[in-house]
Nanobody, 126 residues
Framework: HVQLVESGGGSVQAGGSLRLSCAASEHTYSRYCMAWFRQAPGREREGVALLHTSEGRATYVDAVRGRFTISQDYIKRTLNLQMNSLKPEDTGIYYC????????????????????WGQGTQVTVS
């Protein structure tokens, strides 16, 4: 089973940028759909960006569309999330997740139904 480790979190002022990375223990191309989730204090975990690795197609929730970009480095086996124009409401713990292809990756993201998770990395926007 794939193992995931996030890095790149930190503190930034509103309007700034951060880049998160997620290192996978195996190649995920065409085997897993990959996504970034976040959990703000006192709120439920939510998916924010999804990548269909076989197609390179990305999907974003409305709250981050146009500001966040999800991408994959196939050689380095990393999933990245470039976050620009950050807002205080983007504060939370960000998790990288993977789930084997089968069924709708988008629905699984909306239901927070991914099978493999990293430990999370804190993002604080003030």
């Amino acid at each position: 089973h794939v193992q995931l480790v996030e890095s790149g979190g930190g503190s930034v002022q509103a309007g700034g940028s951060l880049r998160l990375s997620c290192a996978a223990s195996e190649h995920t191309y065409s085997r897993y759909c990959m996504a970034w989730f976040r959990q703000a204090p006192g709120r439920e975990r939510e998916g924010v960006a999804l990548l269909h690795t076989s197609e390179g197609r990305a999907t974003y929730v409305d709250a981050v569309r146009g500001r966040f970009t999800i991408s994959q480095d196939y050689i380095k086996r990393t999933l990245n999330l470039q976050m620009n124009s950050l807002k205080p409401e983007d504060t939370g713990i960000y998790y990288c997740a993977a789930d084997a292809y089968g069924g709708s990756c988008y629905l699984k993201m909306r239901r927070v139904g991914f099978g493999y998770w990293g430990q999370g990395t804190q993002v604080t926007v003030s």
